[in-house]
């Protein structure tokens, strides 16, 4: 399980379409799968998948990965999805939607995860439909999850 595609290093791939200006969030969306549960619907958006607590197993037609804490996967469209909750705990994530037709599916460590919970919280905190102010720092925490996600091609700080 959590083998990375056929594409050569797909995080640096979608990297490069991030730095093209190919993502942009169009929402994010925390969600609860309660112990021992399965649900299995047609993906419609690429997302970026941060679970939070628990453990599951996500299935992209027929490529499986583990979903734990600490990690984060990559989901793309058009793919008929199969999320299993294991253990007795709970599995909570979240996701961050954007439109793009890259076909990546893979999963990778998250450098910093305390870091990007914290951003992910703030940003479910504000309201959608909030003032300028608001909107602002919504678009300041997104592209913080970005350099989250991307850490392993940032400079480290020093």
């Given at each position: 399980?959590?083998?990375?595609?056929?594409?050569?290093?797909?995080?640096?791939?979608?990297?490069?379409?991030?730095?093209?200006?190919?993502?942009?969030?169009?929402?994010?969306?925390?969600?609860t799968l309660h112990a021992g549960e399965s649900n299995s619907y047609r993906t419609l958006k690429s997302?970026?998948?941060?679970?939070?607590?628990?453990?599951?197993?996500?299935?992209?037609?027929?490529?499986?990965?583990i979903a734990k804490r600490g990690l984060f996967l990559h989901g793309c469209p058009n793919k008929t999805?199969?999320?299993?909750?294991?253990?007795?705990?709970?599995?909570?994530?979240?996701?961050?939607?954007?439109?793009?037709?890259?076909?990546?599916?893979?999963?990778?460590?998250?450098?910093?995860?305390?870091?990007?919970?914290?951003?992910?919280?703030?940003?479910?905190?504000?309201?959608?439909?909030?003032?300028?102010?608001?909107?602002?720092?919504?678009?300041?925490?997104?592209?913080?999850?970005?350099?989250?996600?991307?850490?392993?091609?940032?400079p480290e700080e020093t």
């Amino acid at each position: 399980m959590n083998q990375i595609s056929d594409l050569p290093n797909p995080l640096k791939i979608l990297f490069q379409e991030y730095n093209q200006g190919q993502i942009e969030s169009v929402g994010f969306r925390s969600f609860t799968l309660h112990a021992g549960e399965s649900n299995s619907y047609r993906t419609l958006k690429s997302a970026l998948i941060v679970p939070v607590s628990g453990r599951a197993i996500f299935s992209f037609e027929h490529e499986p990965f583990i979903a734990k804490r600490g990690l984060f996967l990559h989901g793309c469209p058009n793919k008929t999805l199969t999320i299993s909750a294991m253990g007795e705990q709970d599995f909570r994530y979240i996701n961050m939607y954007y439109e793009n037709d890259c076909p990546l599916l893979f999963s990778h460590k998250l450098k910093n995860p305390e870091q990007t919970f914290s951003i992910l919280d703030q940003i479910l905190k504000l309201h959608p439909d909030a003032d300028i102010r608001s909107q602002y720092q919504q678009e300041k925490l997104t592209e913080e999850f970005f350099a989250q996600i991307f850490a392993d091609f940032q400079p480290e700080e020093t």
